[in-house]
């Protein structure tokens, strides 16, 4: 890899470190990670002309280099690999870096490849494969077969939330992620091959989500971090409706069907669902109180 990195880009790094099939090298005091990209050449030019569009705003995010050809993509043996040069130390992220992209607006009509805003079909695309894939691989995973109608219930109660607003709020669009996970940091979610354009509520609602699956979130901590966020109106509803949509749940099932995780990890999340819901019943209060949020029945009975 050395050798493609001084043939394609002019750099001799003095230390490559391998992690999976990415690579973290160093020149001097520059860290650059050699990364493998598989989506669209479309999605990635305008990946790379939001990259430019952030890094005149001053944001650090990671910056993509171009190969001696002018091309985003270098191929090694078949495979597409992209440059970065990283801009900021790694750390774990927290709510400031949220509240930092939440703020960073673009306008979604340069960026259409990037745009995830229409989550009422998404996830209603994503509960019909889910329950296709169930009639598919159901006997072969007994418990994801008897756990489902839970999970599939939730995204049902979240889909219903979006289709009484009708429509998600498009004047707050702004660069965003498409996961947020627990342990991510700052080589994560400043990497611009992970931004996706959506609504500011998405990265906070993520954030809030794992925070809660894994025991490091209270109510009163979400109190202080909505405030500092300023939602307003329907953001409301779309940040509740977000917390009960078990992505959670949808990502280990797929790693499951695609054979790279066991069955029991699924335990782990049907044993979190008690404490999950005290945290979200808790955060649903708070809206209420607030005057922002409509009422959910079966929420208000427990």
Known sequence: MKNALSYYYNLNPTEIHQINKNYRCYIGKDEYLFTIYNKSEQELTEIYELNILLLNRKIPCHQIILNNQQKIITLINGISYVL???NIKKRIIDINDILLFSNLKVEP???RRLNKNNWYQMWTDKVDYFEYQITQ???KYPLIRESSNYYIGLSENAISLLNDIKTTP????VVSHNRIRKNDTTIEF??????IVDNR???FSEYVKEKVIYGSYSVNQFNHDSYQLQIVDKENILLFSRLLFPTYYFDCCEKIF????????IIKLININNSYFDIINGIYWILIQRGLMIEIEWIIKK
């Open 190 to 195: 400043y990497n611009p091959l992970n931004f």
């Open 84 to 86: 970065l040069k990283i």
């Open 201 to 203: 509520i998405r990265d």
């Open 258 to 265: 695609g054979g790279n995780l066991d069955e029991k990890e």
């Open 137 to 139: 691989f159901g006997k």
């Open 170 to 173: 498009t004047q707050h669009l």
């Open 109 to 111: 009509n340069k960026f």
